[in-house]
Structure formats: structure tokens, C-alpha cells
């Protein structure tokens, strides 16, 4: 299989913990990523290997993946984090990409 | 530190041949994969394809028979061609380097987009 789902849209309040998930097969197999998108901005990547944190990403922002489950954490979530967040992983075969349809993250 | 900027046309007609090119700032072409992706007016990322720097590419299913994927002998510029274009093909489009991830075998266990072009808006319209 090759698709990946992501739940629309999640919220959080100020300062609290919030979990966003992406299930797919490939996942059981194949890393994935998470990348944050900003309204008019290219993504930028947040999460990759399943649970690794780019330098420059705040440690707020970890990973982890249980079975065809991805998920991105984000504690003491701030007002900045609101965006839309996909996730990203090779499908079953391995050769071709795919990504979720994204979860908008609103801050409350 | 590596950089990407997407470079082409902003509007073509149904049935022209779009054609992006991505240029390479702060290293070159020399290894990870290339790629493509685009985001349609108000929806979600989708994955284009890629070329490998050594020369294999691989692209979406649906796009398959109209996409190619080419790195420049300068090995500092890639470049996207969809052929017959649409309104659908109607996209803000970036170009991102993919790296990739092995392991303990050799085999590819997944790779991550950690650098993007900041993106160009293609318009399909008559």
C-alpha cells in the first residue's frame, strides 16, 4: 500500500502536549518524516528516522513509531508551532514517495 | 550550506510542456536524491519523483507517463519536464534534496527532504 493518513486537524491549548499520528503499512517497513508548513512557505523538515530531531528544531518536537503507526509529539506546544504537519515515508516497494494529507494544527 | 532555487515559467496553456529547473547554491549534485513535489492551491503535498545523483529516477504513478527528471552536466541544476499539462497540473512547485537512510545491511530504510527550494507557483490556464 502507499497511502498514508493523517487525522485534518488537531488542536491544542498554550502550553500543553499534543500527538499527531500517521498510519500506513509502509511505515511497519520504512522510516518516517515530519515536516511543518507554514501558511505561503515551503515545509521544513522537523522529525526524520522515525524519532530524529534536526539541528536547529526545538526539543518539543520528538517522534516515535509503534507498528504502522507513526506519531510527532509536541509538549509545551507554543503559539509559533501552529501550522499544517505531514508525514513522509517510501511506499511498500520502497522506491516511490509519499506523503499524508496533513493535520492542521491550530494553538489555542 | 546547500541551497535550492526553482526557477520557470509562471503560466502555459493546457497541453504545453512545463519545464522547472532547480538550482543547486552551496555543493553540488554528488550524492542523496533530487526531487520534486508540488502542492495544489489549497490541498496537501504531493511527491512528484526523484533522480538519483548517480542516474536512476523514479516518479508517481499518476504522473508517470508525462514526467521526466534530469540532472544538468554542471551537476549544479536539475530539471523538472511534465508534458501535456492541465488545470490540475496547476501548483505551487518545490524542488528538495532527499536523503537518504540504511540500515545495518546496506538496505534503504527510508530518507527525509531536509532541504527545500522555497517554491514556484505554475498557473494552467487558456
Known amino acids: 500500500s502507499s497511502d498514508l493518513t493523517q487525522d485534518p486537524a488537531v488542536s491544542v491549548a498554550l502550553g500543553q502536549t499534543v500527538r499527531i499520528t500517521c498510519q500506513g503499512d509502509s511505515l511497519r517497513t520504512y522510516f518516517a518524516s515530519w515536516y511543518q508548513q507554514k501558511a505561503g512557505q515551503a515545509p521544513i523538515l522537523v522529525i526524520y528516522g522515525n524519532d530524529n530531531r534536526p539541528s536547529g528544531i526545538p526539543d518539543r518536537f520528538s517522534g516515535s513509531r509503534s507498528g504502522h503507526t507513526a506519531s510527532l509529539t509536541i509538549t509545551e506546544t507554543q503559539a509559533e508551532d501552529e501550522g499544517v504537519y505531514y508525514c513522509?515515508?517510501?511506499?511498500?516497494?520502497?522506491?516511490?514517495?509519499?506523503f499524508g494529507g496533513g493535520t492542521k494544527l491550530t494553538v489555542l | 550550506q546547500v541551497q535550492l532555487q526553482e526557477s520557470g515559467p509562471g503560466l502555459l496553456k493546457p497541453s504545453e510542456t512545463l519545464s522547472l529547473t532547480c538550482t543547486v547554491s552551496g555543493g553540488s549534485i554528488d550524492s542523496h536524491y533530487w526531487s520534486w513535489i508540488r502542492q495544489p492551491p489549497g490541498k496537501g503535498l504531493e511527491w512528484i519523483g526523484y533522480k538519483y545523483y548517480s542516474g536512476f529516477a523514479n516518479y508517481n504513478a499518476s504522473l508517470k507517463s508525462r514526467v521526466s527528471i534530469s540532472i544538468g552536466t554542471s551537476r549544479t541544476k536539475f530539471t523538472l519536464k511534465l508534458t501535456s499539462v492541465t488545470a490540475a497540473d496547476t501548483a505551487v512547485y518545490f524542488c528538495a534534496r532527499e536523503i537518504p537512510q540504511y540500515d545495518v545491511r546496506g538496505f534503504l530504510s527510508g530518507t527525509a527532504f531536509d532541504i527545500w527550494g522555497q517554491g514556484t507557483r505554475v498557473t494552467v490556464s487558456s
Open positions: 513522509n515515508s517510501r511506499d511498500s516497494s520502497g522506491n516511490l514517495g509519499v
